[in-house]
């Protein structure tokens, strides 16, 4: 018995992917944003549009453009993280890219998309935990601490990292 091509990849597992920025202010704080469409805050950025062959590096950009109004190039991949199925949602991945210090310019520019968004903030790491799910604040000390050694991106998982942090 022979499945075409199509056939074999349509029955393939779904995997959403997204990607975000980590953007900062020269004080280390780190900028969230708070969607209205849910409950916690989160980093600028959003789903890759396999429709439009978009790359993860390309979404970053774009999202942040949308969401924020900042069109900043993004900067090294500072984590890739992975998130297992939960009770509604299949697997994902994520590429957190570094977006930069912000100047004060930049941050008085910052211009909302209101139709997802209701705010955002500059937020010390020690603070983090208050908006975001475990995964994105797991993230973010991740992406902080390779800014902090130069240090290769983080692999995470369940926003632990390491290849095996279940």
Do not use: C
């Amino acid at each position: 018995m022979t499945t075409d091509f199509a056939t074999y990849i349509a029955g393939l597992p779904r995997i959403l992917a997204g990607a975000n920025m980590l953007f900062r202010s020269a004080d280390g704080r780190v900028l969230l944003v708070e969607p209205n469409y849910r409950e916690t805050w989160t980093l600028p950025g959003g789903t890759i549009e396999s429709d439009e062959n978009e790359t993860p590096r390309q979404a970053a950009r774009r999202e942040s453009v949308e969401e924020i109004g900042l069109d900043v190039e993004p900067g090294a991949l500072l984590a890739m993280g992975w998130t297992t199925a939960g009770p509604v949602r299949p697997p994902s991945v994520t590429f957190l890219f570094d977006g930069g210090v912000l100047s004060d310019e930049q941050i008085a520019s910052i211009r909302l998309q209101e139709s997802e968004l209701d705010s955002w903030n500059l937020v010390g790491l020690a603070e983090v935990d208050r908006y975001l799910t475990p995964n994105t604040a797991g993230a973010v000390r991740a992406a902080v601490e390779a800014l902090a050694t130069g240090g290769a991106p983080v692999e995470l998982v369940d926003g632990r990292p390491g290849a095996d942090a279940r």
